[in-house]
């Protein structure tokens, strides 16, 4: 009987390790079948300010296009193996110099004008990614996988392999019709300036990258693409001692329209004099300029009236004072002005 419960307590142990190996292998095919779910049930997500290209990827099929997710998704059901590449759609910007550049702070674009100056300018563009599937699919194909555009180190390498050097371009040749003065100080000029070149640019941007794949700042997948905005800030002489040169013209010009205006007023004045001259002659014109500068002082005396004039009172009274009360002089009938 001892040994009959040996061999049924050496039994027992043997029979519960078979129900625990059957537990770990059913938790590990478990874990197996979920990482071939995950496979075969893949999911893309895209942000609410990007949309997404999906294509196939599998063991099975071509890496070709099968559709576009709709900005915002969440949890979008895709192929097992298949990629999903996402593009910004919000407003997006080139900045060439200054703060917030998409370049060096210093950087500008280098013209040279008519009359052979060389300037800086900054640039600033303000666009959006066009979304119309086939053109949105051909950008992506064409530029989008040779740049990686799709990430965001790829897209500023994008901007600055195709925007910059045709911004370049533009500025370069409409630079040369003006001469650096109107660029610089004339704000009409100036303005035609930027509409020139940017008019250029959104000629010479399609025919680099190959398509329209570049709309207006205002574009929101449903309206017209419109135009790129494009603006720049003054030019600027690359040569300081230019715009010295041009500031000590200018004080030399106000100056001396300062002192026409002078000439021409001291010019007005002496045609005055000659005309009073002429109209009351030498004589009459000193009286009354000294009537004026009140060196002379005149009273008018009604006719018929007596007058009382003050005249400086005596220490003593002399006999010959008489009437009209001490320091007046009765003056009767005076029809001339007393001087």
């Excluded at 989008?144 to 790829?154: I, M, P, S, V």
């Excluded at 009172?313 to 002005?337: E, F, H, I, L, R």
Aim: charged content about 20%; glycine content about 12%; proline content about 6%.
């Amino acid at each position: 009987m001892a040994k009959l419960g040996n061999a049924a307590a050496a039994i027992k142990p043997k029979g519960g390790g078979s129900v625990k190996v059957k537990v770990i292998g059913g938790l590990v095919v478990g874990v197996i079948a979920l990482i071939i779910l995950f496979n075969i049930f893949n999911f893309a997500n895209t942000d609410a300010n990007r949309i997404g290209l999906h294509y196939g990827g599998g063991v099975i099929e071509d890496k070709k296009f099968k559709s576009v997710i709709p900005p915002g998704s969440t949890n979008k059901l895709i192929g097992p193996g298949d990629t999903v590449y996402t593009y910004p759609i919000d407003q997006r910007s080139y900045i060439i110099g200054g703060d917030g550049a998409d370049t060096d702070a210093g950087d500008e674009v280098t013209v040279v004008s008519k009359d052979n100056v060389r300037l800086g300018v900054r640039v600033q563009v303000y666009f959006t990614l066009n979304r119309d599937q086939n053109v949105l699919k051909s950008f992506h194909e064409r530029i989008g996988l040779k740049t990686d555009a799709y990430e965001e180190r790829g897209w500023n390498d994008m901007l600055q392999s195709y925007f910059r050097p045709q911004i370049d371009r533009a500025l370069a040749a409409i630079a040369s019709t003006y001469g650096w003065a109107e660029l610089y100080n004339n704000e009409a000029k100036k303005s035609q300036f930027q509409s020139a070149a940017a008019k250029e640019f959104t000629r010479l941007l399609p025919a680099a990258v190959g398509g329209d794949y570049f709309c207006g700042p205002g574009y929101n997948g449903s309206n017209d693409c419109g135009e790129l905005s494009f603006t720049i800030q003054k030019p600027m002489p690359l040569d300081k001692g230019i715009i010295d040169g041009l500031e000590a013209k200018q004080r030399a010009e106000l100056a001396k329209a300062t002192q026409e205006q002078k000439n021409q007023q001291v010019q007005v004045e002496l045609q005055s004099v000659q005309q009073q001259v002429k109209l009351l002659g030498p004589n009459g014109y000193l009286l009354k300029s000294a009537i004026e500068s009140g060196k002379i002082q005149f009273m008018v005396i009604p006719q018929n009236g007596n007058v009382s004039i003050p005249v400086p009172t005596p220490t003593q009274p002399t006999p010959n004072q008489s009437g009209g009360g001490p320091g007046t002089t009765q003056v009767p009938n005076a029809t001339q002005p007393a001087r």
